[in-house]
């Protein structure tokens, strides 16, 4: 069983930048892994997502340029670095990671594992 932990998460002003982290307690490093957000009221939305190796990444459209996906598989981790925020990016932040296969999704069912996720707040 894996378990995912973010971090990182909190309150930053427009224009601002936040480094996200999610630590798995398993061996991830054969998992596809993506970043998606729940913003107040809303659904949970796709944000980034990697393939195993890292080698390929693939962003939703309002955060390309600005976010970016990475992950350290002898780490066991995952990050989302978010820079030029704006408000509409305040949301809770999740992790998640995909046993079935090394190839990314966008979509919330085909991934397995999910962390508790961490709030990002940002002020305009």
């Known amino acids: 069983q894996v378990q995912l932990v973010e971090s990182g998460g909190g309150l930053v002003q427009a224009g601002g930048s936040l480094r996200l982290s999610c630590a798995a307690s398993g061996r991830t490093f054969t998992y596809a892994m993506a970043w998606f957000r729940q913003p107040p009221g809303k659904e949970r939305e796709f944000v980034a997502a990697?393939?195993?190796?890292?080698?390929?990444?693939y962003y939703e459209r309002s955060v390309r340029g600005r976010f970016t996906i990475s992950r350290d598989n002898a780490m066991n981790t995952l990050y989302l670095q978010m820079n030029s925020l704006k408000p509409e990016d305040t949301a809770v932040y999740y992790c998640?990671?995909?046993?079935?296969?090394?190839?990314?999704?966008?979509?919330?069912?085909?991934?397995?594992?999910w962390g508790q996720g961490t709030q990002v707040t940002v002020s305009s």
């Open positions: 998640a990671a995909r046993r079935s296969s090394g190839v990314y999704s966008v979509s919330l069912g085909d991934y397995d594992y």
């Open positions: 990697i393939n195993w190796t890292g080698g390929r990444t």
